[in-house]
């Protein structure tokens, strides 16, 4: 970047000052004549801050001048571009090539073609880092190097494809270290999720449990064979009330069932009823006993104990039984029944009544009606014994799933902490990228040791911590940090550092105030330095009085400031013009220009 015409009007003391510029500008003057508010005037124009306001730049209308309203600087490049920033006590305008630009569009500008806002203030203040913390110039050195770009390795990249992270921005340390934050957020996040899990046991599973399915199917086809039984008992119910509701169809019924026709009926049915459920308990008995390890109704595992139990429980009922039906035999015969009632398992009525009366005794397969009421009461109970089965295996299996379900998330967030720790390793303080840009700064830092040479210092960065100790080249293990050294020291660092920022950056331009802080021996090495250091510009205040050399190289220029009221009226600094001679663009034989 190259000025070639700079404006200030109302800005502090300037009531209107036009400076023409040129390559190499040593700007003289008395204390109090302007010179540090040509540095702030410059760092204004091009940031929106300066020393008198704050990193946001507010407070910026202390910098009108007393008495006025607004104040504007301006700048014309070598280029023709032209830069103007006004300011009054509410507002700011910004004009790019004399068009209003909203202000956030117009910095944006700026930065996109002179760099970011950090630089330019490094460059154009000599103070700007050396006076900031460490914490503070670790983040102007991270913000200074922009073009810094780092491949990242496979693994990385995969592990970021793998959390569906997308690839962050890596553009300075800064951006290296929101990675770092951010994936350190992440893992505390994981790490709580997975410490707040539940600590699940592996159910137990019996080898020959059932199968759900199987139990749920056994279910079902008991519930269709309990239907067909109820259907059936309906059924025989419907023709015993069919039967009594119609007269008698022979004398032969009416002589038997003459005295008491119900209670020999009745007894005829319970003999009937008994002798059905004696037949179930039977076929249960022998079903039993032909089991092994299953239970014939429900297909559960059973054990020995429980089966002699059963098997015992089923002999007493059909010892029972038996003696129930032998009882109701004889009362039967006692009350002068028929003998296909007495000695039958299945009795009936009188066989000229069968026809007319069958309906009172239905039957279904060979099942009478206690036959029926047997078989429906072991459906119930068999039914209602493979539903707790059921459940048992529906509870066992939804303990499974609760295990399987923890088990999956806790090895997804063990999985996503060991990619997560990648990245934390990767971009963190110790980490490769961040070695890679503190590479990059310590390559910066040589930067400034080559310009710093001119004086006799080198200096050294660390990062852990960070620190820059400076030392002197002739006693070189003697080191102190920035902030022990005196203030012409820190002066020679400042501007060394200027110049390795404006030579790093591109924007190759630098504004060094009171340069009168070093002794004459030491501003021909500032000259020196600058004038061999490949600036496009650099301007120099300082405090001075003495003519200027009576010969000047090309590019070089001395403005006088005066507190004359020429200056506070018109503005026009007396400029010395540059002699011509026979080494152009170069350094006089004779001796070095030394700054005012």
């Given at each position: 970047?190259?000025?070639?015409?700079?404006?200030?009007k109302?800005?502090?003391?300037?009531?209107?000052?036009?400076?023409?510029?040129?390559?190499?500008n040593?700007?003289?003057?008395?204390?109090?004549?302007?010179?540090t508010?040509?540095q702030?005037a410059?760092?204004?124009?091009?940031?929106?801050?300066?020393a008198?306001?704050?990193?946001?730049?507010r407070?910026?209308?202390?910098?009108?001048?007393?008495?006025?309203?607004?104040?504007?600087?301006?700048?014309?490049l070598?280029?023709?571009?032209?830069?103007?920033?006004?300011?009054?006590?509410?507002?700011?305008?910004?004009?790019?090539?004399?068009?209003?630009?909203?202000?956030?569009?117009?910095?944006a500008?700026?930065?996109?073609?002179?760099?970011?806002?950090?630089?330019?203030?490094?460059?154009?203040?000599?103070?700007?880092?050396?006076?900031t913390?460490?914490?503070?110039?670790?983040?102007?050195?991270?913000r200074?190097?922009?073009?810094?770009?780092?491949?990242?390795?496979?693994?990385?990249?995969?592990?970021?494809?793998?959390?569906?992270?997308?690839?962050?921005?890596?553009?300075?340390?800064?951006?290296?270290?929101?990675?770092?934050?951010?994936?350190?957020?992440?893992?505390?996040?994981?790490?709580?999720?997975?410490?707040?899990?539940?600590?699940?046991?592996?159910?137990?599973?019996?080898?020959?449990?059932?199968?759900?399915?199987?139990?749920?199917?056994?279910?079902?086809?008991?519930?269709?064979?309990?239907?067909?039984?109820?259907?059936?008992?309906?059924?025989?119910?419907?023709?015993?009330?069919?039967?009594?509701?119609?007269?008698?169809?022979?004398?032969?019924?009416?002589?038997?069932?003459?005295?008491?026709?119900?209670?020999?009926?009745?007894l005829?049915?319970?003999?009937?009823?008994?002798?059905?459920?004696?037949?179930?308990?039977?076929?249960?008995?022998?079903?039993?006993?032909?089991?092994?390890?299953?239970?014939?109704?429900?297909?559960?595992?059973?054990?020995?104990?429980?089966?002699?139990?059963?098997?015992?429980?089923?002999?007493?009922?059909?010892?029972?039984?038996?003696?129930?039906i032998?009882?109701?035999?004889?009362?039967?015969?006692?009350?002068?029944?028929?003998?296909?009632?007495?000695?039958?398992?299945?009795?009936?009525?009188?066989?000229?009544?069968?026809?007319?009366?069958?309906?009172?005794?239905?039957?279904?397969?060979?099942?009478?009606?206690?036959?029926?009421?047997?078989?429906?009461?072991?459906?119930?109970e068999?039914?209602?014994?493979?539903?707790?089965?059921?459940?048992?295996?529906?509870?066992?299996?939804?303990?499974?799933?609760?295990?399987?379900?923890?088990?999956?998330?806790?090895?997804?967030?063990?999985?996503?902490?060991?990619?997560?720790?990648?990245?934390?390793?990767?971009?963190?303080?110790?980490?490769?990228?961040?070695?890679?840009?503190c590479?990059?700064?310590?390559?910066?830092?040589?930067?400034?040791?080559?310009?710093?040479?001119?004086?006799?210092?080198?200096?050294?960065?660390?990062?852990?911590?960070?620190?820059?100790?400076?030392?002197?080249?002739?006693?070189?293990?003697?080191e102190?940090?920035?902030?022990?050294?005196?203030?012409?020291?820190?002066?020679?660092?400042?501007?060394?550092?200027?110049?390795?920022?404006?030579?790093?950056?591109?924007?190759?331009?630098?504004?060094?105030?009171?340069?009168?802080?070093?002794d004459?021996?030491?501003?021909?090495?500032?000259?020196?330095?600058?004038?061999?250091?490949?600036?496009?510009?650099?301007?120099?205040?300082?405090?001075?009085?003495?003519?200027p050399?009576?010969?000047?190289?090309?590019?070089?220029?001395?403005?006088?400031?005066?507190?004359?009221?020429?200056?506070?009226?018109?503005?026009?600094?007396?400029?010395?013009?540059?002699?011509?001679?026979?080494?152009?663009?170069?350094?006089?034989?004779?001796?070095?220009?030394s700054?005012?």
């Amino acid at each position: 970047m190259r000025i070639s015409t700079l404006t200030l009007k109302n800005f502090r003391s300037h009531a209107e000052t036009v400076l023409e510029l040129d390559r190499y500008n040593f700007i003289r003057g008395p204390n109090g004549c302007g010179k540090t508010s040509i540095q702030m005037a410059l760092e204004f124009l091009f940031t929106g801050r300066c020393a008198l306001t704050d990193s946001a730049g507010r407070w910026a209308e202390a910098l009108i001048r007393s008495g006025e309203k607004e104040l504007e600087v301006s700048a014309t490049l070598a280029n023709g571009e032209t830069v103007c920033r006004r300011r009054t006590a509410k507002s700011q305008i910004v004009e790019i090539d004399g068009r209003k630009v909203p202000v956030d569009l117009a910095e944006a500008f700026l930065t996109r073609h002179l760099g970011r806002v950090e630089s330019l203030s490094a460059v154009m203040n000599v103070d700007r880092f050396v006076e900031t913390s460490g914490a503070e110039q670790q983040k102007l050195l991270a913000r200074l190097i922009p073009d810094g770009r780092i491949d990242l390795p496979t693994a990385i990249s995969d592990a970021l494809q793998a959390l569906n992270e997308e690839v962050p921005k890596l553009a300075s340390v800064g951006d290296v270290e929101v990675a770092y934050k951010h994936y350190r957020e992440l893992t505390a996040e994981a790490n709580r999720i997975l410490n707040a899990l539940e600590q699940v046991e592996k159910p137990e599973m019996p080898v020959d449990f059932p199968v759900a399915q199987e139990v749920e199917r056994k279910i079902h086809e008991f519930r269709q064979e309990k239907e067909r039984l109820i259907t059936r008992r309906m059924e025989a119910d419907r023709c015993l009330q069919n039967a009594q509701s119609r007269p008698t169809a022979s004398r032969t019924h009416q002589e038997i069932f003459q005295h008491d026709p119900c209670p020999l009926a009745d007894l005829a049915r319970e003999l009937a009823d008994l002798n059905g459920e004696q037949k179930t308990i039977e076929a249960s008995l022998a079903a039993l006993e032909e089991a092994k390890h299953c239970c014939p109704t429900c297909g559960q595992a059973i054990v020995q104990e429980e089966k002699a139990q059963r098997l015992q429980s089923l002999g007493e009922r059909r010892d029972e039984l038996e003696g129930l039906i032998q009882g109701a035999r004889e009362e039967l015969i006692d009350r002068g029944a028929p003998a296909q009632l007495e000695g039958s398992e299945s009795p009936s009525l009188p066989t000229e009544t069968v026809t007319e009366e069958r309906g009172q005794f239905p039957t279904t397969h060979g099942l009478g009606p206690g036959d029926l009421e047997c078989q429906l009461t072991i459906l119930t109970e068999r039914i209602n014994k493979a539903e707790r089965v059921l459940g048992k295996i529906r509870q066992v299996e939804s303990a499974k799933e609760k295990w399987e379900s923890n088990v999956r998330e806790k090895t997804s967030l063990e999985s996503r902490l060991r990619f997560l720790s990648k990245l934390t390793d990767f971009f963190g303080p110790q980490g490769a990228a961040t070695e890679e840009f503190c590479d990059a700064i310590r390559s910066l830092m040589g930067r400034v040791n080559h310009y710093l040479a001119v004086f006799g210092y080198e200096c050294r960065v660390s990062f852990d911590p960070y620190e820059i100790r400076v030392s002197s080249v002739n006693t070189a293990p003697f080191e102190l940090s920035l902030k022990q050294l005196s203030e012409s020291e820190q002066f020679r660092f400042g501007t060394a550092f200027q110049v390795a920022m404006a030579m790093a950056t591109g924007v190759r331009f630098v504004v060094i105030d009171r340069a009168d802080a070093l002794d004459t021996e030491k501003r021909k090495m500032l000259t020196s330095m600058l004038m061999n250091s490949g600036l496009d510009q650099a301007i120099i205040l300082a405090t001075g009085e003495d003519a200027p050399p009576s010969l000047l190289p090309r590019d070089v220029k001395f403005i006088d400031l005066t507190r004359s009221a020429n200056l506070s009226e018109c503005g026009y600094a007396e400029v010395t013009e540059p002699l011509q001679s026979q080494h152009h663009g170069s350094l006089c034989t004779d001796d070095t220009i030394s700054t005012p």
